[in-house]
């Protein structure tokens, strides 16, 4: 009776050997780009509670840290900055003297085009509201307002040469506001990677203390996506393309693989998933209290992400990945 089983899966799963000639999906150093986070004024590295082995730089760990980063071979790493001084229209940020553009200069000094080095170019770490925009005189995000200020941002990190700009602020029309003022400026080379759905996510809580920053009122529900909706994904997605994006981001990603799945059957440009800090919390939770193994857990996730149609993933663990893909090999 069992041996007319007209097929037996489990042939394929017997060994270690086998299963790696079998496996379907397949990390690799490459694909992981790592955020990292920048404080002005500080003299040592800040740990951020909230998200255990992940630190606010000086602009001097940075520059070991992107060192580093480019010696596992990583595909990039993700600036983000941490200014002493904020205000309503987040003034450092365009500042050529503003922490993320002094951190590019930087990390572009030590690692050249080793390593791909690209910002979060958004407001929310700038404005002393916390809003990822400039808001109106009755307390709103004004998109038209804030495109002007992303757009000299956008400039001010070409200047310091960043390679890519991450564009995640969910403003209508950024992607092309921002090439048109690039092109204006002569900084054709310089990509847009669109954070094409970003929902109005619980999980970047921890986010929040790595860039000390909290919203003064409101919440982001009025720009960022209702995650609720998977179809107005593509919406955003084909408008981004439109726009001329040269990647795409799902954000954040383990929650949003059906997303990630819909957008990568999609898009002709990259197509990236960002693995957001309430993510990795919710692993090293867990994984401190003893309830789940930390490196199975990590590598699981980061695996689903890249089943689901991510060609590349930030993650927290990036560097950490990279270590063990090295161990293996
Ligand atoms: C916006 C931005 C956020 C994150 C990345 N870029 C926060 C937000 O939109 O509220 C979150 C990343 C994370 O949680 O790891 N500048």
């Not at 001010?156 to 040469?161: D, I, K, L, T, V």
């Not at 970047?204 to 995650?227: C, I, N």
Request: charged share 25%; hydrophobic share 45%; proline share 4%.
């Amino acid at each position: 009776m069992t041996s007319e089983l007209a097929a037996r899966p489990r042939r394929m799963r017997r060994t270690p050997a086998l299963r790696r000639l079998v496996a379907e999906t397949r990390l690799h150093p490459a694909e992981l780009i790592l955020p990292v986070f920048v404080r002005e004024g500080i003299d040592a590295p800040r740990p951020i509670t909230s998200m255990p082995g992940v630190v606010q730089h000086t602009v001097d760990t940075l520059r070991r840290a992107v060192v580093e980063a480019a010696e596992a071979g990583i595909g990039g790493v993700m600036l983000f900055g941490v200014p002493e001084v904020r205000d309503a229209r987040g003034s450092a940020v365009d500042d050529p003297d503003g922490i993320l553009n002094v951190a590019l200069r930087a990390a572009i000094d030590e690692v050249g085009t080793d390593i791909v080095v690209q910002t979060d170019l958004c407001l929310d770490e700038f404005t002393d509201h916390g809003h990822c925009g400039v808001l109106d005189a009755a307390g709103v995000v004004d998109n038209d307002q804030t495109l002007e200020r992303y757009r000299s941002a956008a400039v001010a990190q070409a200047e310091a040469g960043a390679h890519l700009l991450g564009l995640s602020g969910m403003m209508d029309g950024q992607v092309a506001a921002v090439r048109d003022a690039l092109d204006a400026a002569g900084h054709q080379d310089t990509g847009l990677i669109a954070y094409a759905a970003k929902y109005a996510s619980a999980f970047y809580g921890p986010f929040r203390e790595a860039v000390d920053s909290q919203l003064v009122g409101g919440d982001r529900r009025t720009y960022q996506q209702d995650p609720a909706n998977r179809r107005e994904g593509l919406r955003e997605v084909r408008m981004d393309l439109a726009e001329g994006a040269d990647a795409v981001i799902v954000k954040p990603a383990m929650s949003y693989l059906d997303v990630l799945s819909d957008v990568a059957a999609e898009s002709l440009v990259p197509v990236w998933a960002y693995q957001v800090s309430g993510e990795a919390a919710m692993i090293e939770a867990a994984a401190a209290n003893g309830w789940i193994d930390r490196r199975r857990v990590i590598e699981e996730a980061v695996t689903s992400i890249k089943r689901a149609g991510a060609d590349a993933i930030l993650t927290y663990f990036a560097m950490e990945l990279a270590g063990w893909m090295r161990e293996e090999r």
